[in-house]
């Protein structure tokens, strides 16, 4: 069933691989939004993100992209968190770059927030004043295997020297 609204529901789950996706595009009064779809389990076939992983790489990654992000004036984080179905992640970003910069700012900052989650010595924002949950977060070596599964899918992307691509559903 094809439904109005929401693109994601409008992807064919059952062909959908690892990668990473520029699901949505919204404009508003000039400023582009953009969604992409960071997709690190295949649904269905390999097992989901544990609650662990997902907490835990949400934290580093949230705290990397937006730290490699704070100089770029045309870039600004708007939100990075878990998908409900714990195969992957969302990342939204303002940005009034041209599209067709897209694919070489957006692959080289995924790039740049892994390897800065790589060079972590804890993880940020591990207490009670500061996350909602902090006992269920992992270490910071749980964020550092996530961000290596999340640079070969950006290695996949250097190959192909684009996005990942969705099928949809007729
Ligand atoms: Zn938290």
Redesign the pocket.
């Known amino acids: 069933m094809k439904i109005k609204n929401s693109v994601s529901f409008n992807v064919d789950h059952s062909k959908l691989k690892r990668g990473i996706y520029l699901s949505k595009i919204d404009t508003f009064n000039g400023v582009k939004t953009i969604t992409f779809d960071l997709r690190m389990r295949v649904p269905y076939k390999e097992e989901v993100i544990s609650n662990m992983e997902l907490?835990t790489f949400?934290?580093c990654f949230a705290t990397a992209v937006r730290d490699v992000t704070e100089d770029m004036d045309n870039v600004q984080i708007s939100y990075f968190g878990p998908m409900g179905c714990q195969t992957g992640y969302y990342l939204v970003v303002n940005t009034d770059i041209d599209d067709s910069q897209y694919y070489n700012v957006f692959c080289n900052l995924l790039e740049k927030a892994c390897n800065y989650v790589l060079g972590m010595t804890e993880v940020p924002?591990k207490n009670e004043l500061q996350?909602?949950?902090?006992y269920s977060?992992g270490t910071v070596d749980d964020a550092k295997k996530s961000a290596r599964d999340m640079l070969v899918l950006v290695d996949e992307m250097k190959q192909q020297k684009d996005f990942h691509k969705y099928h949809f559903v007729d």
Do not use: I, V
């Not at 996350?131 to 902090?134: E, L, T």
């Open positions: 907490h949400e934290h924002a996350c909602g949950n902090c977060l």
